[in-house]
């Protein structure tokens, strides 16, 4: 990265950047989706589908990750014939829904990458006269205002934005002064998230 390679004081928010040259202040995304998946399987689901970002985000592949560590603990098979690929946007989720529908019968649950994919999921499901979590639990990812405001209520990961920005201004301080003091350092943090139980994951 560019501005790795020039020095320039500055911090990556919640995306992996594997340069070491690079400060970045970010969720652990992968942690969290396990957390999601495990959920699942707590509740005895073992046909858990995903429906995941653009593969182009570091995000996308460490909660792909996080997916698989979960499965592998449980001893469940991973099956590339239950993922699926949106965008993170609504839109992609309620697109998603028909390849989901179609999938509906060898499903027992599914894991949502970002809450706007859930919601345009959820949308797009509602449609085709799915019921909401008796046909198919789910779980979202970020825990956005609108998770608790679904119908039902979204199950989802809740990622510490605020903090995560408070975080990389006073590390990015910190670099500053580090620089003038001739001590620059890179900065590497990775805070924990949450899951959030809500009804949409089922009873």
């Known amino acids: 990265m560019k501005l790795g390679e020039e020095g320039f004081p500055f ?15 970010a969720a652990d995304h992968a942690e969290g989706s396990r957390l999601a998946v495990k959920h699942f399987v707590d ?3 073992r046909s858990i589908g995903f429906l995941n970002g653009s593969p182009q985000y570091s995000n996308s592949s460490d909660r792909l990750s996080g997916y698989r560590k979960a499965l592998e603990e ?18 992609s989720g309620y697109v998603a829904a028909a390849k989901v529908h179609a999938d509906l019968s060898r499903l027992d649950a599914l894991f949502v990458a970002n ?16 019921r909401l979590p ?37 590390k990015l301080f910190d670099r500053i ?27």
């Not at 809450?115 to 449609?127: F, K, P, S």
């Not at 970020?142 to 201004?169: C, H, I, Q, R, W």
């Not at 001739?182 to 089922?202: D, F, K, N, Q």
Request: glycine residues 10%.
């Open 115 to 130: 809450d706007r994919m859930a919601v345009g999921l959820i949308q797009g499901l509602r449609e085709r006269g799915v």
């Open 43 to 45: 509740k005895g689901f």
């Open 74 to 91: 449980s001893g469940i098979p991973y099956d590339e014939s239950i993922l699926y690929e949106g965008n993170y946007s609504r839109k």
């Open 11 to 25: 911090v990556v928010m919640d995306q992996r950047i594997d340069d070491p040259r690079v400060s970045v202040v």
């Open 134 to 170: 008796e046909d198919l639990p789910i779980v979202g990812y970020d825990n956005s205002d609108a998770a608790a405001m679904t119908e039902p209520p979204l199950t989802t990961v809740k990622v510490p934005f605020y903090e995560m920005g408070k975080l990389a201004a006073d």
């Open 177 to 203: 002064e580090g620089e003038e003091s001739g001590e620059p350092s890179a900065i590497r943090e990775l805070l924990h998230t949450e899951l959030i139980v809500r009804r949409s994951s089922g009873q």
